[in-house]
């Protein structure tokens, strides 16, 4: 395949699930042959990657989204998009760019004020709400995408049923590396500052309220009824704003409940994949439909057991009883038992983790999924 020029666009700095599959697949079309640039806000994880990986980095200033009607704001909003784009549309002339891939909604709105003069992808990790802005929306970037590659059929679904052309969309779940290395699970221990005798229950993710790290402390009180060694690791960034309030509540939440003891926050961690590997079990505690978890996947392929939220593209990842258990979204009560029985029995316990693993494998298929990329590029330049 003839070499490709590509932008990446990126809505924030610092990493998440979205962002090591973007990671993942710029390092891919490096080795390739093909020209890489990711354009994200400012300096952060993000940029300091995208370097380390050999790929080239240019700031945009991707506008946040408000949620306020206030004609200020929206000024604001959309004056910020027309700077965005205007950036955007330097960077495609200065690499000379073949196509665009924009990682998330915020990263294309900037792309529908102003045309950047090349073929548009949009990979699909939201979810919209069955409102009228949110239709008028999506009818506007079907009409400037060449393509939107969704991450789960639930994300498919959901833009379709709200009037994004079906002929335009495709579903390409996301992947990972496979894992080729042992973990040293007393070092691990150790530096978390967890007894090497304790039970581990982990929750990583973005700190933002619909990531539901509530839930998992609401639980807490009833696992350690049974379970009194269980230490809880909440890994993740707190979102700038909400996020960081929220994560406030949540060590008040904590401290009133008597929990420090048993309670780890950690923050951003480059080694998930580490704390995940020495864990009894991974929960996921979405309240809203999670569009498809990065984190299940890298749980799957260490052989962690799972607690997921039944939502989203929760389902086209975890087959309920066999690589992982499903509970209602923001039901406490029903994670602490799913915990609890995972805890207490060994056979299940046990099962659950050899099927992970297994099911892991249709996840890793590196090759296959860097190929359908570069088709879905060159059918959108074609």
Known sequence: ?????ILFLNQISHIGGAEKVLL??????VSRGHY?????PGSGPLAEWSISLGVRFEEVQIPQVTRKIEPSALLS???????AAIQISKIVKNHDIDVIHANHLRAILPLLVKNPGCPIVWQVHDVFRNKWPNRQLLSAIGKRVKLAVCVSKFVRDNIVKLGFPEEKSNVLHNVIEPVQRTVNRSVVLAQLGIPEEARVVALVGQIVPWKGQHILVKAASQILVVHPNVHFVIVGKAYPGAGERYEEDLKRMVKESRLWKNFHFVGFQRD???IISVSDVLV????????FPTVLLEG???GTA????????????????????????GNAKELANAVIELLKDKFLLDNIRKKAKVSSIKFQDIGHWTDTWETYYAKCIN
């Open 24 to 29: 993942l697949l710029a390092k891919q079309l």
């Open 1 to 5: 395949m003839q070499s490709l020029r």
């Open 300 to 302: 799957l392929s260490v």
């Open 36 to 40: 890489v640039v990711i354009g994200a």
């Open 306 to 329: 799972i607690v997921a939220s039944r939502a989203g593209g929760v389902p086209e990842i975890i087959k309920d009883r066999e690589n992982g258990i499903l509970v209602e979204p």
């Open 272 to 274: 998930v994949l580490s």
């Open 77 to 83: 909003a959309f004056w910020n998009s027309i700077k």
């Open 284 to 291: 996921h505690t979405s309240t809203k439909s999670d569009p």
